[in-house]
């Protein structure tokens, strides 16, 4: 995992606001505690301190959907959507919450 400059102290420019890196080279961002991991097309984790819910707000025009209450994903990544759960392209199955369901089908 690669930290990110408001985790390590460090400043470095940002494309948008509050995010460590533009919202294009993100795939999919993941609660953890009181940071999120940000996980990026063929990149490495970075760790940045804001609630999924700040991030959400941020990516809300670029293509995102909140799939569970730990987990946002760009639409382009997911492959398919199942009852319980959806794959991405990659492979990678995460877990659905029923009240984010009927935003996956729209």
């Known amino acids: 995992r690669e930290v990110g400059p408001e985790a390590s102290g460090g400043q470095e420019a940002r494309e948008e606001a509050g995010l460590p890196v533009p919202p294009d080279q993100i795939e999919r961002v993941e609660a ?14 970075l760790v940045h301190r804001a609630s999924l819910a700040a991030v959400e707000r941020e990516l809300a025009h670029h293509g995102f959907v909140r799939i569970h209450r730990s987990h946002l994903v760009r639409r382009d990544a997911i492959a398919r959507v199942r009852p319980a759960d959806v794959i991405l392209r990659d492979g990678t199955s995460l877990k659905t919450g029923k009240r984010f369901r009927t935003a996956l089908r729209n």
Do not use: F, H, L, T
């Open 32 to 45: 953890a505690g009181n940071y999120v991991e940000i996980r990026r097309w063929g990149g490495p984790v």
